[in-house]
């Protein structure tokens, strides 16, 4: 676990802020690097109890991939952000969002800033997908994750 510092932190809420237009992110947690760009969310209370334990490998809860110039939300990290997010956002229908965490291919129509937008059914956030530039979507849901096809 290693906090991130002052710059990085900066410096990815300046790309969430150009990429979703998300002011103040996570202004009550601590973020963690992770490894493989990966970032982690805790709360101050929580990383206090973690390092007071004994073979504690991660805290918090994953929340994004920092991918080149691009941040990739997590499910849990475009909800963490619920309503600061406010652009690149996809509106789905429930047929659509069944096929996103299917992580089936969808047709996008529009235009999108970016690479990626997030996946949004109502106020449910179902985190970041990516746009080719054909019009296809990829969702970027975590085997694991997916519902599985019958």
């Known amino acids: 676990m290693k906090l991130m510092d002052t710059g990085e ?3 990815f809420e300046l790309r969430l802020r150009k990429q979703y237009g998300v002011e ?4 009550d947690l601590v973020l963690l690097a992770a490894g493989r760009g990966r970032v982690r969310a805790t709360t ?4 206090e109890v973690a ?17 080149k ?3 990739i939300l997590s499910i849990e990290g475009s909800q963490v952000l619920n309503g600061k997010i406010t652009k690149s956002v996809l ?11 299917r992580a089936e291919v ?5 235009k999108y800033e970016g690479k990626y937008v997030v996946g949004k059914c109502g106020d449910l956030y179902l985190g970041s ?3 080719t530039r054909d019009g296809k979507l990829y969702p970027q849901v975590a085997k694991w994750r997916r519902i599985p096809v019958e």
């Open 129 to 131: 997908g990516r746009i």
């Open 106 to 110: 969808l047709e996008v129509r529009g």
């Open 51 to 67: 390092k007071k334990l004994r073979r504690v490998q991660q805290a918090g809860v994953y929340i994004a991939k920092i991918s």
């Open 44 to 47: 101050k209370e929580a990383l």
């Open 69 to 71: 110039e691009d941040v």
């Open 9 to 11: 932190r900066k410096h």
């Open 91 to 101: 509106d789905l229908d429930e047929e659509s969002a069944e096929k996103w965490m």
């Open 24 to 27: 103040n992110p996570f202004e």
